[in-house]
């Protein structure tokens, strides 16, 4: 027969698993936006591009959802220790996808300007960029689900892909800039689209970091190789909202 503690840490479990579930498909939606905010931009659909935006509450509720269960969980459970890391990772990762689903929603809104200038060659490089930084998340996602330290180490490590993709995409879009002053409006609005591409890339590090201290107990303290040379003097800088 079970003991009442038994019972209890099941029900611990039990929730926890729920947690983890809200999350993974959180930020399943949230990569499910990238992709239909690229798949606007290469249609040059404004009320597609529209609809993207909307959804993005869909994701908001799913966060303001995730938290209330945080809460419950530390007020009738009290974790302690490594129960307390699963509690609060979850809450810092949701927090996470929350702002990935934000830029994607920014890539579909700069899509609807974007739209209305004549098509430029580089726009496709777009797609790349959010191929690169949905597979980041979707790996970082396993890595939660299985509580997979090293996967997450992995996704940590090979966020430098992308930030190599986004600097060379940056000097193409400049180069066209440059070439014919009539490709400024366009690539400007690409600039920041593939800005907000590249931090999808740092919050999947983000949740890389906490999965790595919530199945270790000790924080990630290794120099990540952080190649985003657009920061170089040389360059402008972009803002990080990107509007």
Not at 151 to 167: F, I, N, P
Request: net charge negative.
């Amino acid at each position: 027969m079970s003991t009442g503690k038994e019972h209890i840490i099941k029900s611990y479990d039990d929730e926890l698993a729920r947690l983890t579930g809200e999350l993974v498909r959180m930020g399943e939606l949230a990569v499910s936006q990238l992709e239909a905010a690229i798949d606007v931009v290469e249609r040059r659909d404004e009320r597609a591009a529209q609809h993207v935006v909307g959804n993005d509450d869909a994701i908001d509720q799913l966060e303001q959802e995730i938290s209330h269960d945080v809460v419950r969980l530390l007020a009738l459970r009290a974790p302690m220790a490594g129960d307390l890391r699963n509690v609060f990772a979850a809450l810092r990762i949701a927090a996470d996808i929350e702002r990935i689903g934000d830029y994607a929603a920014n890539v579909a809104k700069r899509s609807i300007p974007l739209s209305m200038a004549a098509p430029i060659n580089p726009t496709s490089g777009l797609a790349h960029l959010a191929e690169l930084a949905a597979a980041e998340v979707r790996e970082v996602l396993r890595a939660h689900r299985d509580r997979d330290a090293e996967r997450a180490y992995q996704v940590w490590k090979d966020d430098v892909e992308l930030d190599d993709a986004y600097t060379g995409y940056f000097r193409q879009l400049l180069t066209y800039m440059m070439e014919d002053p009539r490709n400024i409006t366009p690539c400007t609005h690409l600039l920041f689209m593939a800005k907000n591409i590249e931090r999808i890339g740092d919050h999947a590090t983000n949740i890389a970091e906490n999965v790595w201290y919530q199945v270790t107990g000790e924080p990630l303290t290794a120099q990540r190789n952080k190649r985003d040379l657009t920061a170089n003097p040389e360059m402008p800088k972009l803002g990080d909202r990107g509007d």
